[in-house]
């Protein structure tokens, strides 16, 4: 069966192409989905007028990302995370970590944007991709540093304080 692509499918076609499907395929999926509909002239005018109407919505739409392309090659972002000594991380630094931290700075992305190969699980300055649109991608310099809280003992003397801090109480009863 022919049937006119709405959308693009993988392994399939593009928007707006004629392409050969099985009958069920098209019958159960496509049409259902509305994702492609039969090859009649009216249909192809329905194609050409939405087509119209994404090609427009896709120039505001990469206008907006290019803006805020632009923000991100300048923005800079510093994430704290516990590490031990050697400089690796007890946990994380995540796709979802990376976006909220831009949010903070008022650029606001989609985790699904981020592009990171691996967590990342060291101290360290990374440039991190941010792929917005298949044709707009930029970076944003990510720095993990080493948790600190001011004047407090190194990390080997903190459980033996909050032991003397939970005893204490017990002596005062």
């Known amino acids: 069966m022919k049937v006119l692509l709405r959308q693009n499918i993988d392994k399939l076609g593009t928007r707006g192409e004629i ?24 249909n192809l005018k329905q194609l050409e007028i939405e ?14 990302l ?8 300048t923005a800079s972002v ?3 995370a516990r ?6 991380l007890y946990g994380s630094i995540t796709e979802s970590l990376i976006a909220e931290a ?8 989609e985790t699904r944007w981020v ?8 101290l360290g300055v990374y440039n991190v991709e941010v792929r917005m649109h298949p044709e707009i991608t930029s970076q944003v310099k990510v720095w993990v540093v080493e948790e600190t ?10 459980p033996a304080e909050k032991k003397e801090s939970a005893e204490s109480p017990s002596v005062d009863d």
């Open 102 to 109: 831009l949010a903070e700075h008022n650029i606001k992305i």
């Open 78 to 80: 510093t994430l704290v």
């Open 19 to 42: 392409v050969n499907v099985a009958d069920g395929y098209a019958r159960n999926y496509l049409f259902p989905k509305s994702l492609a509909f039969e090859p009649t002239p009216q």
């Open 51 to 64: 087509k119209r109407r994404f090609l427009q919505q896709e120039a505001e739409l990469r206008k907006s």
């Open 115 to 122: 592009q990171l190969e691996h967590p990342i699980k060291e």
């Open 149 to 158: 809280s001011g004047e407090e003992a190194p990390a080997e003397k903190r």
């Open 83 to 88: 590490a031990d000594q050697d400089g690796h």
């Open 66 to 73: 290019k803006a805020v392309a632009e923000q991100l090659k």
